[in-house]
Each structure stands twice: as C-alpha cells, then as structure tokens.
C-alpha cells in the first residue's frame, strides 16, 4: 500500500517562512511527478508547484519567487519551502504523486491528508 504523509504546515504571520515536507513510503517501484496543491476555503484545489523526477520545476504563477520545490529521489521525499507568505497563501496544501506501485503495471495518484498553512495578517 502506498502512502504520502505531509509534515510542517502550521501558523505564521506574513512575510514569514514555512516548510512543507511529504514522504511516499510503501510498496512503490518508482515515482514519476511529484507535486503541492492547495485548497482555500470555497475554491478549487490550485496546483503550487511541481517537480519530475530530472527535477524540473513548474510553479504557479502566484508563486513564482517566492516558493521552491525540491525532492529527494533516494528518500521519495518532496519539499516545498514557502517564503514571503501572504494571506492569500492560507489554504489546505496537499503532497501529490505520481507513482507505480510494486506487482502493479500501470501508474497512478496519490494523494496526501493534507496540512494547514494559515497566514495571519
């Protein structure tokens, strides 16, 4: 069973700094994209940034400057770390993955549970 576990969301005022981590673990023969969404209460889940396993990076334009993405491929780990912060950037952010399983031909998404990031003003 594959799993993606998101860490380090939290509180912080703005023009502050956090860093989003999420790590795949299970039966996985390989990841391909790798990936942060976000959701904000009434809007639809956003793409953040995304990163292939060469390590090109796309980001969204809401984001470009301030946020990096980066992955581990040896430890199937995905970071995001998040500068200048906005209230804008409050939302639900969401680890995404692109991975084909052991036993199993065929590719799929995953999905973490998710972690707050709320930036107060």
């Known amino acids: 069973q594959v799993q993606l576990v998101e860490s380090g969301g939290g509180l912080v005022q703005a023009g502050g700094s956090l860093r989003l981590s999420c790590a795949a673990s299970?039966?996985?023969?390989?990841?391909?994209?790798m990936g942060w969404y976000r959701q904000a209460p009434g809007k639809q889940r956003e793409l953040v940034a995304a990163?292939?396993?060469?390590?090109?990076?796309n980001y969204a334009t809401s984001v470009k400057g301030r946020f990096t993405i980066s992955r581990d491929n040896a430890k199937k780990t995905v970071s995001l770390q998040m500068n200048s912060l906005k209230p804008e950037d409050t939302a639900v952010y969401y680890c995404?993955?692109?991975?084909?399983?052991?036993?199993?031909?065929?590719?799929?998404?995953?999905w973490g549970q998710g972690t707050q990031v709320t930036v107060s003003s």
């Open positions: 990163i292939d396993s060469g390590g090109s990076t």
């Open positions: 299970g039966s996985i023969f390989s990841i391909r994209d």
């Open positions: 995404n993955a692109e991975i084909r399983a052991l036993a199993i031909s065929s590719w799929a998404y995953y």
